[in-house]
């Protein structure tokens, strides 16, 4: 027998809105599957700010 625990995902992965509708039950590796393009944009996105900090006190992309 095979134990899965579930997690309650935010459809559109916003963590304010608690409604019925925007709350789905996945297994870990669903939940994970559904929140990888938000995972990947927000990499990119802290990337991008940390770079653009850099500018600022050591020049370009230091």
């Known amino acids: 027998m095979t134990r899965v625990v579930l997690a309650a995902a935010h459809r559109d992965h916003d963590t304010s809105n608690n409604a019925g509708t925007n709350l789905a039950a996945f297994c870990q590796r669903c939940h994970m599957i559904h929140d990888r393009p ?3 944009r927000r990499r990119w996105a802290t990337l991008f700010r940390r770079k653009a900090s850099g500018d ?3 020049g ?3």
């Open 56 to 58: 600022l006190f050591r």
């Open 60 to 62: 370009p992309y230091a």
């Open 38 to 40: 938000e995972h990947r």
